[in-house]
């Protein structure tokens, strides 16, 4: 099938090109149909379907988060949060407008509108991520304090247990709550996933500054299993780094120092980036991949889509090179913001995931290795482990972005 979008403006061919995304056209030969997108106008007897320009705008402002350029509001963090947001962060809207103009597009030609089949005969993927923000509990005078401080409010039991797994980690750096890395590659290769996973560079004094450098032997150590074992290695960018071009150029440099290999994906730690300083940033870098799009303080969509999409440049009024992979889904969002108990999270986490299973897409997964511990985060090592299953018993496809992306755009 042979579709044309007609557009008028710069703003809706980019729209037009990420509606299309997931469908299999064949650009050869007339087109069956044309679609209008804003002022477009086709020309020809061509059958056609208009996208009003009211919402191709919408779209535009979604995907590119037109509404946060617009707005000083921020948090503590300079980040702007779902609680701003005036768009419905728990629909992806995009993927529901795309699907009313299949049916548009349908009920003229006659026949369903073909869509690729990226995911090898999978129902949806999921793009599975581990951010590596601290790897030691026990060597950390605060992170111990706010440990024993949230222990404490649960009673005299926790307190005693968060003591002395405080103290077994201080001696024995094995037997530390954050340094799960075994636990977590041993549940991905049970079921056949792959994953990314995500390192700072070097070692800071703040509470919100990793722990751990990349010179240490058994980071490096660390990082070569996980390539052996087929997961991708991602960069996290620092806390002060996602807006700024040369920090990130620099990090990069230094984690592809370990892996000896191009590291292509990054993802924003803490979320902290405005969008266009994020976009301006990763213009000089060789990153190809961006997962840093979604909410920290609620799940959802908040690009409007579960199917990557390029980052627009607005100061360049063009798309630019990267892919964003939208997030959906975090462990620190469904216990921190949202107070979900571990069945309330299960329940939380798999609304999202039906969504993008109903629409073929990519779910957005980000686990942390420091959230899998029996004390503070009790009966959440149960939720990881369920997640898993339910992928594993829909047939999804559990991937790095990396992976998922040539899947993607190679058809």
Not at 160 to 177: H, K, M, N, T, W
Not at 181 to 198: A, I, K, P, V
Not at 351 to 366: K, M, S, T
Request: net charge negative.
């Amino acid at each position: 099938m042979n579709i044309d979008f007609v557009t008028g403006e710069a703003r809706f061919a980019y729209v037009a090109e990420m509606l299309a995304l997931p469908w299999a056209l064949t650009p050869d030969g007339s087109p069956d149909v044309a679609v209008m997108v804003g002022s477009g106008e086709a020309s020809g007897s061509v059958a056609t379907v208009r996208l009003d320009e009211s919402t191709a705008a919408s779209l535009f402002r979604r995907l590119t988060r037109l509404e946060e350029l617009a707005t000083d509001r921020a948090d503590a963090h300079g980040r702007f949060l779902a609680t701003y947001s005036a768009e419905p962060v728990g629909e992806p809207t995009v993927d529901v407008v795309r699907r009313q103009l299949e049916q548009r597009i349908e009920r003229i030609i006659g026949t369903p509108v073909p869509r690729k089949q990226p995911w090898g005969g999978a129902p949806y993927a999921v793009a599975l991520s581990h951010d590596v923000d601290a790897v030691r509990l026990g060597r950390s005078a605060k992170r111990v304090a706010a440990r024993l401080a949230r222990a404490t409010r649960r009673g005299p039991r926790a307190t005693v247990a968060a003591l002395g797994q405080s103290a077994a980690a201080f001696v024995s750096p094995e037997r530390d709550p954050f340094w799960t890395f075994d636990y977590l590659r041993e549940q991905e290769r049970h079921f056949g996933f792959q994953s990314t996973w995500n390192f700072q560079t070097r070692p800071g004094r703040r509470i919100v500054d990793p722990d751990y450098s990349l010179s240490e032997k058994r980071i490096a150590a660390l990082i070569t299993a996980l390539e052996e074992e087929g997961h991708d290695i991602g960069l996290h960018y620092h806390y002060d780094s996602a807006e700024d071009s040369e920090r990130l150029i620099a990090e990069l440099q230094e984690l592809q120092a370990v892996t000896g290999r191009p590291v292509h994906t990054g993802r924003a730690h803490y979320l902290r980036f405005s969008y266009q300083r994020l976009v301006t940033a990763l213009r000089g870098t060789a990153l190809r991949i961006d997962t840093s799009i979604g909410y920290p303080d609620q799940v959802g969509f908040r690009t409007g889509t579960c199917w990557p999409h390029l980052l627009f440049d607005h100061d360049r009024d063009q798309p630019a090179p990267q892919w964003e992979f939208p997030m959906h889904v975090m462990d620190g969002t469904l216990r921190t913001y949202l107070q979900c108990g571990p069945e309330e999270g299960l329940r939380t986490a798999l609304a999202i995931r039906d969504q993008v299973r109903n629409e073929g897409g990519v779910l957005g997964v980000v686990w942390h290795n420091s959230s899998l511990d029996e004390v503070n985060w009790r009966g959440w090592r149960a939720v990881y482990a369920n997640l898993l299953q339910e992928f594993a018993s829909d047939g999804a496809l559990v991937a790095p972005e990396s992976v998922l992306l040539e899947r993607l755009v190679g058809q």
